[in-house]
Nanobody, 120 residues
Framework: QVQLVESGGGLVQAGDSLRLSCAAS????????MGWFRQAPGKEREFVAS???????YYGGSVKGRFNIWRDNAKSTVYLQMNNLRPEDTAVYYC??????????????WGQGTQVTVSS
């Protein structure tokens, strides 16, 4: 059974940083593409970043240059470093597995989400 467990969310001020983690189990992590999405109230799920098994990375336009995704295969964990956070980054952040694409429907597995709130 595949499980993705996110952690690291919280309440921060604009300009602060946060690091999200997603621990995976039940899959061959080193062979799987991983991604992060977010969803704010009343909005569609938005692509944030993804990382392929070969460490090629992709970023959504609104986070490029501020966020960084990487993976630790030894720990079966993918990370999302979020710098210079803005109020518009406020959302529930989800970890996903199975694709490196920008469309959430391409991903087979999802975590439960972690709330990130950025105050102005």
């Amino acid at each position: 059974q595949v499980q993705l467990v996110e952690s690291g969310g919280g309440l921060v001020q604009a300009g602060d940083s946060l690091r999200l983690s997603c621990a995976a189990s039940g899959l061959t992590f080193r062979s799987v593409h991983m991604g992060w999405f977010r969803q704010a109230p009343g909005k569609e799920r938005e692509f944030v970043a993804s990382i392929r098994w070969d460490v090629v990375t992709y970023y959504g336009g609104s986070v490029k240059g501020r966020f960084n995704i990487w993976r630790d295969n030894a720990k079966s964990t993918v990370y999302l470093q979020m710098n210079n956070l803005r109020p518009e980054d406020t959302a529930v952040y989800y970890c996903a597995a199975g694709s490196s694409g920008t469309n959430w429907e391409q991903y087979a597995y999802w975590g439960q989400g972690t709330q990130v709130t950025v105050s102005s």
